[in-house]
């Protein structure tokens, strides 16, 4: 697999040639060609699709041309931003664009909500993480909760392009914050849209969806994607019967290169780096129990970190 950094991060100003030098010898350590570009991240479009979801087109054709399902880019807005994962949902390679969808929960997320087209992105770095294992498996379970349904879009419609018969699962806890129905739609034989509320589809966890697909027929893969319970829930729930199910973890990561090991979970026993050695694992080998209380770490500091930004702005908003 290819590393592309498609960044202008570095240290010593646009493409900073010894941030290259960092970012090269780290792809070559991970034993994978190392490709760079300058380019200016140019916002085509950002906007709210749900209450706490935004969906950006931002220009980055490096990482459209060489992105696979399941791949994300690391994201920077200003050079005194923090670094965040973010799944590649879909691109346009004609445009050199990729979409992305991000949910609105702290500070960086708020600042990006509050950009307009045609302003600019500091850094986008990718594509990075393992590829989706993509064939013909035959009937494949899609499970997607919450913000999870924009990065089991693009693994659906790989699916579904590989010939698979796609069954899609989404859900949300109301109607209001489901995201991506008609795209999932068009990527699955059948469609499952459950809210916890009732408030539209079915009023049922996708859990419960999902074993009702699995008793009523065979199931060859199940891909779920969301929260950390959900997943989880998914994982108990196939391995009664071996069906391999794949979850994308979404730990805490800060470079986004093995480096840091914030990322770090424990997969079949062993330490993995999720965004190195991920960010897809066997299900049924993820210690889940470790994944939640890492992904607690840093909670006290986020929200000290959001108190401090919204202050700040209402400061700036007094004052003009």
């Known amino acids: 697999m290819s590393a ?42 950002n906007e709210k699709i749900s209450p706490n979801v935004g969906k950006m087109i931002v220009d ?48 960086t997320t708020e600042h990006m909500a509050r950009m307009k087209a045609g302003e600019q992105l500091k850094d986008i770095a990718g594509p990075l993480g393992h590829p989706t294992e993509i064939r013909n498996f035959g009937t494949a379970v899609c499970v997607g909760g919450g913000i999870g349904v924009a990065p089991i879009y693009p693994i659906a419609a790989a699916l579904h392009r590989e010939g698979n018969r796609v069954i899609g699962v989404i859900g949300a806890r109301t109607k209001d914050l489901l995201i991506l129905e ?14 916890d509320d009732g408030s539209h589809g079915r ?18 893969i199940v891909v779920a994607i969301g929260p950390v319970p959900m997943m989880r829930a998914v994982s108990e729930l196939t391995s009664p019967s071996a069906i391999k199910t794949l979850v994308s973890l979404n730990s805490v990561m800060v470079d986004g290169t093995g480096m840091c090991g914030g990322c770090r979970a424990i997969v079949d026993g062993k330490p993995v780096f999720v965004c190195v050695d991920g960010p897809e694992f066997d299900g049924h080998q ?14 006290d500091e986020e929200a000290v970190s959001m108190r401090e930004h919204r202050c700040r702005l209402g400061e700036v908003g007094h004052e003009g």
Not at 7 to 29: E, H, K, M
């Open 60 to 107: 980055a054709p490096d990482v459209a041309r060489y992105r696979r399902p399941g791949q994300f880019i690391m994201l920077r807005i200003d050079e005194y931003g923090e670094r965040i994962p973010l799944t590649i949902a879909d691109v346009d390679t004609a445009q050199g664009t990729i979409t992305l969808y991000y949910q609105i929960v702290g500070k």
């Open 182 to 195: 008609r795209e999932m739609g068009e990527v699955s034989e059948r469609l499952v849209v459950c809210t």
């Open 203 to 220: 009023r049922a966890f996708v859990t419960e969806a999902l074993g009702e697909i699995m008793a009523a027929e065979k199931v060859d």
């Open 4 to 45: 592309v950094v498609d960044t202008d991060s570095a240290v010593n100003g646009p493409c900073g040639r010894r941030g290259f030098d960092t970012l090269a010898a780290i792809a070559l350590w991970r034993g994978r060609p190392f490709i760079t570009g300058c380019s200016v991240h140019l916002i085509r479009l």
């Open 286 to 299: 993820v210690n889940f129990d470790e994944l939640m209380t890492r992904l607690n770490t840093y909670r």
